[in-house]
């Protein structure tokens, strides 16, 4: 009698299981080098960006030019917005890191706001009219929370080399560069901090649109003192 050779039971596994690593890796290496999203964790963006929105981020935008005033910025705030984080223990932080990644959770450190001055300008709260001038001259901004005054907290700040001011649209909840003037890294982030520029909501659908990327006013003589 003739007997056939037994087959491996259940081969095709091994396709999948390579064809789903390969999809995994690829997708580590398009969020590590090229884009990643981003899950919104408050209001302090808004009328832009709702809490529970995930927007794209381009981590390529600032490889070959800068960081622009107006531009919305997803940035790393260790050592700045989170000058004191110490973490929350291997597990809870890997539980963390899984759920930042699959865009179900936002996190401790990573922020996004408004660029509002880059290195040299000299940033005032407020003019005569209750607007915040850049290098002199009073900022229009029609991204505001409607009802929100530029700023109730005062300020008067020249901005250093290699680093920025953030501040929120959402002026009366937003945590930003204002309120941390006086911890450690003063609220004013590391140019190299920045992860990219956020460029595109994709959630939920039914919002789902180019961010704007707008300009604050063009360089003029900056405050080097």
């Given at each position: ?13 091994r396709f999948v299981l390579l ?138 700040v020249v901005v250093p080399q ?59 003589q900056k405050d080097t003192r």
């Amino acid at each position: 009698m003739e007997h056939t050779k037994r087959q491996p039971a259940h081969p095709g596994w091994r396709f999948v299981l390579l064809a789903v690593f390969l999809a995994v890796l690829i997708s580590a290496l398009v969020r590590a080098f090229l884009v990643d999203v981003y899950y919104i964790p408050s209001a302090s963006m808004e009328p832009l960006l709702h809490t529970g929105d995930r927007v794209l981020v381009l981590r390529t935008d600032y490889l070959t030019s800068p960081v622009r005033r107006g531009d919305v910025v997803v940035f790393d705030g260790r050592g700045s917005f989170a000058p004191l984080h110490s973490g929350k223990g291997p597990l809870a932080d890997g539980v963390q890191t899984l759920g930042e990644w699959l865009g179900l959770a936002g996190s401790d450190t990573v922020y996004v706001k408004r660029v509002l001055g880059v290195a040299g300008d000299h940033l005032r709260c407020c003019s005569a009219d209750g607007r915040i001038t850049v290098n002199g001259t009073p900022v229009t901004e029609p991204y505001l929370y409607p009802g929100d005054a530029p700023s109730e907290l005062k300020f008067d700040v020249v901005v250093p080399q290699g680093r920025l001011w953030m501040m929120g649209d959402h002026r009366s909840v937003s945590a930003d560069s204002r309120s941390l003037l006086g911890a450690p890294g003063g609220g004013l982030v590391s140019e190299d901090k920045v992860i990219g520029r956020a460029v595109q909501l994709i959630w939920p659908l039914d919002r789902a649109a180019p961010v704007p990327r707008v300009s604050v006013p063009a360089d003029q003589q900056k405050d080097t003192r």
